[in-house]
């Protein structure tokens, strides 16, 4: 059964804290930097990888290639987002629920910070300072609603919250999908039609 528990809250009078990851949940930076890493990969050879990490997929001469693209700027800046999260954090904005964006550094990148600053503004009308927190320690970021597409920030951020009756939703993307540590983790969003999410309440979903 479907439940679109974001729906749900986002209808709410009173205003909630949605806090959006960027890298997959706004943008699709794996299969990007695979574009230019190791283009004859089919998203088959993804999902059979079954890890999260799309550095896992890569040998050492293709990681080290990687590492180099990464330091560049302009790697960061081109990234495309979503249709579906474009839409999806405007219809956040637009019932009125405050939106964070909350990412995670990439610090061999001398001047990532900025980059992705300039990026979240010109994308999806980012504030700056009141808006974008850079830091790998999410769980430490409150919210009534987490997104994002790691498996195990997803955890740490449930396991210090939930007992504030606040939400974690895995963003569920095909680097992910077959993870072992991902299986188990509902709710979870996955992009339907018209660009809408659709929130799966567990793996018994039809």
């Known amino acids: 059964m479907l439940l679109d528990i974001l729906e749900i809250v986002l209808e709410m009078n009173n205003q909630k804290i949605i806090i959006f990851d960027v890298d997959e949940v706004l943008t699709s930076f794996g299969i990007e930097l695979l574009k230019l890493v190791k ?43 979503k249709e579906s ?16 964006f909350c990412t995670s550094p990439w610090t061999n990148c001398k001047v990532w910070d900025n980059i992705r600053r300039k990026w979240l503004k010109e994308n999806f009308d980012a504030l700056g300072r009141e808006d974008i927190i850079i830091t790998a320690a999410k769980e430490f970021v409150y919210g009534d609603i987490f997104i994002d597409d790691k498996p195990s920030t997803v955890k740490k951020w449930y396991n210090r919250w939930n007992k504030f009756e606040c939400k974690a939703l895995l963003y569920e993307s095909v680097f992910n999908i077959n993870d072992p540590e991902a299986l188990n983790i509902y709710p979870r969003i996955k992009v339907a039609v018209d660009n809408k999410w659709a929130i799966i309440e567990s793996n018994n979903t039809k």
Request: charged share 25%.
């Open 39 to 81: 283009p004859k990969i089919t998203l088959n050879d993804i999902e059979r990888n079954g890890n999260w990490d799309v550095f896992s997929l890569l040998d050492g001469t293709e990681l080290k290639n990687s590492h180099s693209i990464l330091e560049d700027p302009y790697f960061w800046y081109q990234l495309k987002p």
């Open 85 to 100: 999260s474009l839409y999806n954090v405007a219809k956040t904005r637009e019932k009125g629920h405050k939106v964070l």
